[in-house]
């Protein structure tokens, strides 16, 4: 295998396509207007980071340095990512809470704050110079990629990923914790990219497994965001709010129970979907 091998090709493009993704929505990011760019900003790191992580042993630690740097980026945008996450779903919750809907109100405005100053700490890291050696260094490393394991395989990549997942997902007790779950959601997600990896070489044996894999990541998602929405109204509940704050725990926790009660369901689309891939 060579440097120019299917796999690494693979690697770089979908690579390139991601620092291409970071690089065109970053201007929405800075003026905060759509707050689906910072999605997509966020969505392109993380990607970046697991394909990154997923191909370690085909081309080493020729990406630790990005990988490093796309985690600070991680960290100074992700504040300001949960707030609109958790912000636009209250909004929504808080629309219902009549005749509680001023207490709702002001929980609301708390956290709007609250992201104002997330955002500023964000728009300044863009505006620094790390931020601009973290774009040169990974748009100059993707050139000079090469394996230095001729019998890895994207393959066998995304097996071992799928591996560590399922690992994970036998290890849930009736009633895991909360942060057991998340650490689940996290596999998923690094086995679905991985999956995605190898998709290019294997013409659409993947794809249910992409499926499956993502909708595991997002029914935790949202169970993550229930868990994440209630401790922050509960912190946040003042006397005049406490009569919205318990109608909207209430409202989280049921959104949670649900999550976890369908977990098993997906889980077997996911194992299904595997079988056949793998």
């Known amino acids: 295998m060579t440097s120019e091998s299917p796999a690494i090709d693979t690697l770089r493009q979908l690579l390139e396509r991601q620092l291409a993704r970071i690089e065109r929505v970053e201007p929405g990011v800075r003026d905060g207007e759509d707050p689906r760019d910072l999605h997509r900003f966020r969505v392109a790191c993380r990607r970046s980071r697991a394909l990154i992580r997923a191909s370690r042993k085909l081309v080493g630690d020729q990406l630790a340095g990005v990988d490093a740097e796309l985690r600070w980026l991680g960290s100074v945008s992700g504040a300001a990512r949960d707030l609109d996450v958790l912000i636009e779903h209250l909004r929504e919750v808080v629309d219902g809470l009549a005749p509680d809907t001023s ?5 609301l405005a708390a956290l709007e704050e609250e992201r104002g100053w997330a955002r500023e700490t964000l728009v300044e890291a863009l505006a620094s110079d790390r931020y601009r050696r973290l774009l040169l260094t990974f748009g100059a490393t993707l050139p000079t990629l090469h394996a230095i ?18 690992a994970a997902y036998d290890e849930l007790g009736p009633e895991p914790p909360d942060d057991q779950l998340h650490r689940l959601r996290i596999k998923a997600k690094r086995a679905r990219y991985a999956a995605e990896l190898a998709e290019r070489d294997e013409d659409g044996a993947f794809a249910a497994f992409v499926a499956a894999a993502t909708e595991l990541q997002d029914l935790i998602g949202s169970h993550q965001d229930a868990v994440v929405a209630e401790k922050r109204v509960r912190a946040l509940a003042t006397r005049e709010s406490q009569l919205a704050a318990g109608r909207i725990v209430e409202h989280e926790r049921r959104r949670r129970a649900e ?17 056949k891939a793998f």
Request: avoid cysteine; hydrophobic fraction near 40%; charge should be positive.
């Open 259 to 275: 999550a976890r009660a369908n977990v098993p369901a997906v889980w077997k689309r996911v194992e299904r979907a595997a079988r």
């Open 103 to 107: 207490g709702g109100e002001a929980i």
């Open 149 to 166: 394991d001729d019998d890895i395989r994207p393959r066998e990549i995304a097996r071992r990923e799928f591996k560590r997942l399922r």
